[in-house]
């Protein structure tokens, strides 16, 4: 018969209930419960399959919190003591704390060595949940081109090599890409709650213009939406496109000063190249600079990348 007792109280468990308050700690027992009452085990531990399935996160990712939430025991049960301690560090501790258990989270093989194949499986893996196939719409790229467009700001911006990357270097990727470091950072909140980084804005195309025409994917406006509020990023609709309303640029400023809020102008230049910038205010014709420091330059194609002191973290 195999040992079906929990493991021993971890010293960290007193330390970590401090992180939290009374109702927290109500809140986390009560969602404990409730994940253990499905799995039919005496509400003794949660199994991966019922955690997978309540915080939705697939394949490695998964199975990398899993593991750093049970602190590599292997044994497949994550306690009380193992949500607690882990949430105080992933949700409760300083911002060095956080970054390096993200850090280590996307380190997908648990080899201590932070490289190029690890990020591609947890790019795939955010593509898997917040792009799902059943959601597929026109003119959506394929998870190996978002995948390479932010490897290559990891390349490029980060000057990270495919032999590892360091803490720091994490650090430095994750500000170009806050999409990225939101979703990261919002694993373990509650599905229903409208998780940070799992938002991608409606888009909202005429019927006449066909999809091949389409340059703004909705991949990413997900990567531009990082670096914006949750209000900001739920609909977008398009304005002007040069394919169906000309190259006048008096017809571009009719057609964006219709709009009463913030743009986001992409560009696609004749080398292929997609680029562009939000403006948080209405354009206006003026003869000097007008606006605030919300504005910002993103990149898309070939790479990804937002400039880190524009991005809001």
């Not at 915080?55 to 049960?77: C, N, P, Q």
């Not at 650090?171 to 979703?183: A, E, I, M, T």
Request: charged residues 20%; proline residues 5%; aromatic residues 12%.
């Amino acid at each position: 018969m195999g040992n079906s007792q929990s493991p021993p109280a971890d010293p960290r468990f007193a330390t970590a209930v401090r992180a939290f308050s009374k109702q927290e700690l109500d809140d986390l027992k009560s969602l404990f419960v409730s994940l253990t009452s499905r799995s039919q085990n005496d509400s003794k531990f949660v199994p991966f399959s019922q955690f997978q399935a309540h915080f939705g996160i697939k394949g490695a990712l998964g199975s990398r919190m899993f593991d750093l939430f049970t602190r590599g025991r292997k044994d497949g049960m994550l306690t009380f003591e193992d949500l607690v301690i882990a949430k105080a560090v992933y949700e409760k501790g300083t911002r060095d704390e956080i970054e390096e258990f993200i850090y280590e989270l996307c380190d997908v093989n648990g080899d201590g060595i932070l490289d190029g194949a690890d990020l591609q499986t947890v790019l795939g893996s955010i593509c898997d949940i917040i792009f799902s196939p059943l959601n597929v719409e026109p003119g959506s790229s394929s998870h190996q081109d978002i995948t390479e467009v932010f490897l290559n700001a990891a390349m490029s911006e980060v000057g990270v090599t495919e032999v590892s990357m360091t803490l720091r270097d994490f650090k430095n990727w994750c500000r170009h890409l806050p999409s990225v470091r939101k979703f990261l950072g919002s694993l373990l909140m509650s599905p229903d709650s409208g998780r940070p980084g799992f938002q991608v804005p409606h888009l909202q195309y005429p019927e006449n213009l066909s999809p091949d025409l389409l340059i703004l994917k909705k991949e990413y406006a997900w990567h531009i939406g990082g670096a914006l509020s949750q209000q900001e990023t739920e609909e977008w609709k398009l304005l002007y496109h040069s394919a169906t309303n000309g190259l006048s640029f008096n017809t571009f400023m009719g057609n964006i000063s219709s709009g009463d809020g913030p743009t986001v102008l992409v560009i696609k230049d004749s080398k292929g190249y997609i680029y562009g910038g939000y403006a948080s205010q209405p354009w206006e014709r003026k003869g000097d600079f007008y606006g605030d420091m919300k504005s910002f330059l993103f990149q898309l194609y070939p790479k990804a990348s937002i400039p880190p002191y524009r991005s809001k973290q």
